[in-house]
């Protein structure tokens, strides 16, 4: 982007060499305060941030081995069966209160009473189910609480080891951040640049660029934002205020840890249990959406393989319709945009038969075209012409839900438009989606069709794809056409 330069580089020409002093010696996390006209020959070099491993393996193995510890002390009537099943409970539980994505500041303190209440509640549920299965080893009250302390105790020691070694590292090189917001972000950057012992280095801030420090550039744009994130291998973004989405979906794209800080001042209150930068509260923003995979292209292939099997009969006498009525060329092929922009062949039963390449690639609608005979009209008002895309499923075009490919002279067209319109192709494309189930179909409204397709893709689950399908086979008694 075209833009200012950094208020960083302010420098014109190299110092002469010969008035080169040493560079003092600053202890690890002072900021450096660089001339306004030094050159990059002569002037200090500021503290080199980098990515510190993430704890989240090494706090489950800490919880694991107090798992393990806690199983021996309770002795008999445990087995490596219940010492997987309360395990798994513990980590689920400390997962989702967020004892797997500590703080920049975290300490095992701050983790000892949510650990200590899933650790209880792990050992209740597993206690609770061995005296229903084997009464005869179900375990007394007293072991049951030496053991629940046995684990706690382990676990927290562990823990501490880890916390120490991530603190000890941090403060001797902080992590590399992004601040992300709004004008706050400025002092955010000022207070955490000027820490006696920083565990966190801003190396740029995304938002406003009034009144910026002259030490951390302001990123105006996308381009910018991943070139920083690339050259400090930046793991962590600390978001104030609310940030555009745009910019969380890149941070979390490139595996940024996001988090909330709140710089609104005094009076504000914060949600019990949460943690601190600088004085700031913290809070783990949730993680990102959760984007189709596996699931998605298994639930795929259980129904279009049966389907196409099942509907051959109905396919046959479409086609055969076609032909009759149409003559030879059954199958109709056109370019569609796919998943990532990635273009295909998308296969329909033939319903008019365009004029020439140029009327199949850019002309909109031809629902209403008088040259559409009625089997065409027919085929096109019950979706039957798109039975076809059954085999574009198995192919892995295309999944049974999501946003409609189109073809590339409207992606590009309706790209330059609507804002946010390219977004809709994060995820596969699809036979129906949540915007045709919602009546955008035909003649409606672009801008809608793409909230609705974003919304989709933010929202994803194989739940909705499940309800969306349902909805789509009972809108069928009630066909409208395209």
């Known amino acids: ?14 110092a002469p060499r010969t008035a080169t002093r040493p560079a003092p010696r600053t202890a690890p996390g002072t900021p450096v305060r660089t001339p306004a006209r030094a050159s990059s020959r002569t002037a ?54 967020c004892l797997y994505r500590p703080g920049p500041e975290t300490g095992v303190l701050d983790e000892v009473p949510a650990l200590c209440a899933r650790t209880a509640l792990a050992w209740a549920v597993v206690a609770a189910l061995l005296a229903a299965v084997r009464p005869e080893a179900a375990l007394p009250l007293p072991a049951l609480i030496t053991a629940w302390a046995a684990q706690s105790l382990v676990a927290a020691s562990v823990r501490g080891l880890v916390h120490g070694r991530r603190r000890a590292r941090r ?13 706050r972000t400025h002092t955010v950057a000022t207070v955490l640049r000027r820490c006696e012992r920083p565990v966190v280095l801003p190396v740029g801030i995304v938002g406003p660029r009034a009144g ?15 070139r920083a994130l690339g050259a400090h291998d930046v793991r962590l973004a600390l978001c104030v205020g609310e940030p555009p989405a745009a910019y969380l979906r890149l941070l979390r794209a490139h595996g940024c840890a996001l988090w909330r800080l709140d710089a609104r001042g005094p009076g504000h209150g914060s949600a019990p ?32 393989g049966p389907a196409l099997v099942l509907l051959s009969p109905l396919l046959l006498a479409c086609a055969l319709a076609v032909r009759l009525s149409d003559g030879p060329g059954v ?10 922009g990635k273009a295909f062949t998308l296969l329909k039963f033939r319903s008019l038969r365009p004029g020439d390449d140029r009327e199949a690639a850019t002309r909109w609608n ?45 992606v590009a067209e309706f790209g330059r438009t609507y804002a946010g319109y ?23 409204s672009i801008e809608d069709r793409s909230r609705h397709d974003n919304y989709y893709v933010d929202h994803w689950s194989l739940w909705l794809d499940v309800r969306i399908l349902v909805r789509t086979a009972v809108s069928l008694v009630r066909p409208s056409g395209s």
């Open 1 to 14: 982007m075209a833009g200012s330069a950094s208020p960083t580089r302010t420098a014109t020409r190299p």
């Open 44 to 97: 200090p070099r500021p503290l080199a941030p980098r990515r510190a491993p993430h704890p989240s393996l090494a706090l489950v193995t800490a919880d694991l081995l107090g798992v393990l510890v806690g199983g021996l002390v309770a002795g008999a009537g445990w087995s490596w069966e219940w010492a997987a099943l309360g395990g798994a409970l513990l980590v689920l539980t400390a997962r989702s209160a």
């Open 171 to 183: 403060r001797a090189r902080p992590a590399a951040a992004l601040l992300v917001g709004d004008a």
């Open 212 to 226: 910026t420090p002259g030490d951390v550039p302001v990123l105006g744009s996308a381009d910018e934002v991943r």
């Open 273 to 304: 249990g949460t943690t601190s930068l600088a004085g700031y509260p913290l809070t783990p923003l949730p993680p990102g959406p959760r984007r189709p995979g596996a699931g998605k292209r298994a639930l795929d292939l259980a129904l279009a």
């Open 331 to 340: 199958l109709f092929r056109q370019e569609r945009v796919g998943q990532y």
């Open 366 to 410: 031809v629902a209403h075209d008088d040259r559409m005979s009625p089997v065409g009209r027919f085929l096109r008002r019950s979706s039957l012409d798109e039975l076809p895309q059954l085999w574009n499923i198995l192919r892995g075009d295309m999944s049974l839900v999501g946003p409609r490919p189109e073809r590339p002279f409207f």
């Open 422 to 444: 390219r977004h809709r192709h994060r995820a596969p494309v699809g036979l129906t989606g949540l915007a045709q189930i919602s009546g955008l179909r035909g003649d409606t």
